[in-house]
């Protein structure tokens, strides 16, 4: 099996700034891509942002310019570094990782259990 461990919510003022960090462990032959989605009560789960293992990244146009994701392969961790951050962004955050568990094996995505931002004066 595979676990995802997120850390890093809470509550911040707008403006503010937060670093979120999820680290992959378990059976894992290799992860593939890793990544940051959020959802709010009622409404999808939406990516934020997301990083291959050689480090290219992609970010939704809402957070482009104020989040950062990066990741240490050796440590099987992946960040999300939030800045300016507006009241907009609040919502339960859930890393993501793409994982094989053997040389043979297929895909999987594994998800973490969430953690809250709440962006609040």
Known sequence: ??????????LVLPGGS??????ASGSIFRI????????????QREVVAAITSGGSTNYA??????????RDNAKNTVYLQMNSLKPEDTAVYYCNAE?????????????????????SS
């Open 61 to 70: 146009d809402s957070v482009k310019g104020r989040f950062t994701i990066s």
């Open 1 to 10: 099996q595979v676990q995802l461990v997120e850390s890093g919510g809470g």
């Open 18 to 23: 937060l670093r979120l960090s999820c680290a």
């Open 99 to 119: 994982v094989t568990i053997g040389p043979m094996s297929g895909r999987y995505a594994y998800w973490g259990q969430g953690t809250q931002v709440t962006v």
């Open 32 to 43: 593939y891509v890793m990544g940051w989605y959020r959802q709010v009560p009622g409404k």
